[in-house]
């Protein structure tokens, strides 16, 4: 079985996409998304999902603390 980051925005305007991105382990990168908007998410909380999956919450810049609370929650 593949092993996978689950990737969670919290904030801008993909507030709550959820996408999946597989895990090289010979290669790895800090993970990073761009947003519509063209501000950089970067990462700012993880959690072992699993034996095959980690979950990340990548933080808009321009995130609220609301935000970020209601992806940690959910």
Known sequence: MESFY?????GGPQHGLVYRRPLDAQHPTPLAVVTDDGQLCTPAAC???????TRVVLLHPQATGAQFLTILAA
Do not use: F, T
């Open 47 to 53: 959690k072992q999902a699993g034996a095959d999956a």
């Open 6 to 10: 689950e990737c969670i925005i919290a």
